[in-house]
């Protein structure tokens, strides 16, 4: 899932695609490098971001939506609001993703269900604004895996198809470094829930403070992460993960291609030694 944010203020491409050509342009070269999913949002959720009016989210991403959706991109379209959700499939979207899991708006699950497409229920515990203080785990995996499991019985209340839920850790929302180590190390567990994993590890924080400049601790830029972000993608997607949310591309969709090959191949070479057996056993010895 290649990441198109039409904002301002996003933590590491603000103001890059505000021009809804040149998101589009962005959004095919996305694509091309082998992003199965574009994932266009109109509001940063950076910590400490205040909310955007819903005629501005709305005037940002529409006509990028279109574009893209008019051109073959499967789009996802990243908001907290059911009117944007519900105007972005109108446009073409064939995904919501919402970082709230349907808590920001009480009328995003019933609108989803309504629309009939995939949801993301990302673990979240409260606006941007005040997030980083609701960093307070006994045990992040657990309550994390349990809050949305809790939230993916909400939804599903409300109507939302449970085979349509897709689920996120929320890796920086409501986290610190610790917890986000922690919970990209143990993405097995969401195997309990029996629903496609995203993972989102693209250029954040936890990313930046692993490769601070040793001479100052300065946390490594935003734009300068994108190797990491690569490498923990590739490892999420060794631990099951069905989809990985990036913002450069063409490494990671290199990098999952390799770690798929290699599982494809570990099978190959389990299931060839077996008969490579057989046909020892029937010879009566190895050549
Ligand atoms: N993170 C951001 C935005 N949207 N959506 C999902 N499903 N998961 C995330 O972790 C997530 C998200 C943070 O901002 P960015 O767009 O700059 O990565």
Not at 13 to 39: C, T
Not at 52 to 66: D, F, G, Y
Not at 177 to 192: H, K, S, T, Y
Not at 279 to 285: N, P, Q, T
Request: proline content about 5%.
């Amino acid at each position: 899932m290649g990441i198109l944010n039409v904002t301002p203020d996003s933590f590491s491409d603000g103001g890059r695609w505000l021009d809804p050509g040149r998101a589009v342009a962005h959004g095919v070269a996305l694509a091309s490098q082998g992003a199965d999913i574009v994932d266009v949002g109109g509001e940063s959720t950076r910590p400490g971001a205040r909310r955007v009016p819903v005629e501005e989210e709305l005037a940002r991403v529409l006509p990028v939506v279109r574009g893209l959706a008019r051109q073959g991109v499967l789009v996802s379209i990243d908001t907290m609001r059911a009117s944007v959700a519900e105007a972005a499939v109108d446009a073409g979207a064939r995904i919501v993703n919402d970082v709230s899991g349907g808590r920001a708006d009480g009328a995003m699950a019933k609108t989803v269900a309504r629309a009939g497409v995939p949801f993301v229920v990302m673990h979240w515990r409260g606006q941007s604004r005040g997030m980083d203080d609701l960093a307070c785990y006994q045990d992040v995996v657990t309550e994390v895996v349990g809050e949305v499991e809790r939230q993916l019985d909400a939804v599903v209340s409300a109507g939302v198809d449970p085979s349509q839920v897709i689920v996120d850790p929320g890796l920086g929302f409501a986290k610190g470094r610790r917890e986000d180590w922690a919970l990209l190390a143990a993405l097995e567990a969401w195997a309990a829930l029996d629903r496609p994993l995203l993972v989102a590890p693209s250029r954040k924080r936890f990313l930046g403070e692993l490769l601070a400049d040793p001479a100052t601790g300065e946390p490594r830029p935003a734009r300068e992460r994108d190797h990491a972000t690569a490498a923990a993608a590739v490892l999420a997607a060794a631990q099951g993960a069905w989809a990985v949310r990036v913002h450069e591309v063409g490494a990671t969709a290199d990098g999952v291609r390799v770690e798929a090959a290699l599982r494809a191949h570990g099978r190959a070479a389990v299931s060839g030694r077996a008969a490579v057996s057989a046909r020892c056993a029937a010879a009566g010895s190895c050549p």
